[in-house]
C-alpha cells in the first residue's frame, strides 16, 4: 500500500463529499441556522457512519447485501422513509423563526449518523472504490489506518463547511430567503428519499 494509493482514495472521497446529496445539503443548511458548533457535530456524526460504511465494505458487507438481498432492501425503505421525515419537517418548519424547532441543535450528531445510515448505496460505492483502488490483501492495521483517514478527512471537510457557511454574511441572506430555501431543501430531500425508495 502506498502513498499513491491513499491520495487516490481521498481524492475520490473528496469529489463524494462535494456532490450535491442530503449530507452536504444538510450540513450547509444546518451550518446556516443553527451555527458552527451544530454544523461540525452534525459533519461528526455524518463521518462517523461514512467510515463505518468503509469498514463494512472492507469487511465484505456489500456480499451480505448481494447473497440477503431483503437485508439491502430493509435498509434502503427505512432510509428512504427517514428522508421523507426530513423533508416533511423541513417544509412543515419553513415558516418558523429560528430557533423555534430544536430538532436539528439538539441532535445533531445522531442527525448526522441516521443521514448517512439511511444511505446504504454508501457501502457499495465504498467496495467499488476501494477495490478499484487497494488491493485484495489488505493487512487488519491497514484496514484500520483507511478508516480513520475516512474518518478524518470528512471531519475536515464538514468542519470547513460549518465555519463558511455560519459566518454571519452567509447566515444574513439565508434569514431573508430562509421559507424559500428551506422549501427547496425539502423538495430536493423528499426527492431523494423517493429516489431511493422507487430505485432497483
Not at 460505492?125 to 484496514?143: Q, R, T
Request: proline share 4%.
Amino acid at each position: 500500500m502506498t502513498l499513491e494509493l491513499f491520495i487516490a482514495f481521498n481524492l475520490a472521497l473528496l469529489a463524494a463529499i462535494a456532490s450535491p446529496g442530503p449530507a452536504l445539503l444538510m450540513s450547509i443548511r444546518t451550518s446556516v441556522v443553527k451555527g458552527y458548533v451544530s454544523g461540525i457535530k452534525l459533519g461528526i456524526g455524518l463521518a462517523f457512519m461514512a467510515s463505518m460504511w468503509t469498514l463494512a465494505a472492507l469487511m465484505g458487507l456489500e456480499s451480505v447485501f448481494a447473497l440477503f438481498p431483503w437485508t439491502y432492501l430493509f435498509v434502503k425503505i427505512a432510509g428512504a422513509i427517514y428522508l421523507l421525515y426530513i423533508a416533511w419537517n423541513t417544509w412543515r418548519n419553513a415558516k418558523s423563526p429560528i430557533g423555534a424547532s430544536g430538532t436539528i441543535a439538539d441532535h445533531a450528531f445522531r442527525d448526522g449518523v441516521l443521514l448517512n445510515l439511511a444511505n446504504p448505496k454508501s457501502v457499495l460505492f465504498s467496495a467499488a472504490v476501494l477495490i478499484v483502488i487497494f488491493p485484495p490483501d489488505l493487512s487488519l492495521a491497514a484496514k484500520g489506518f483507511i478508516v480513520l483517514n475516512h474518518f478524518a478527512l470528512e471531519v475536515f471537510c464538514y468542519t470547513i463547511i460549518a465555519l463558511v457557511m455560519s459566518s454571519k454574511a452567509v447566515s444574513d441572506k439565508y434569514l431573508a430567503a430562509k421559507t424559500a430555501l428551506d422549501r427547496f431543501a425539502a423538495v430536493i430531500l423528499g426527492g431523494l428519499g423517493l429516489r431511493l425508495l422507487l430505485q432497483r
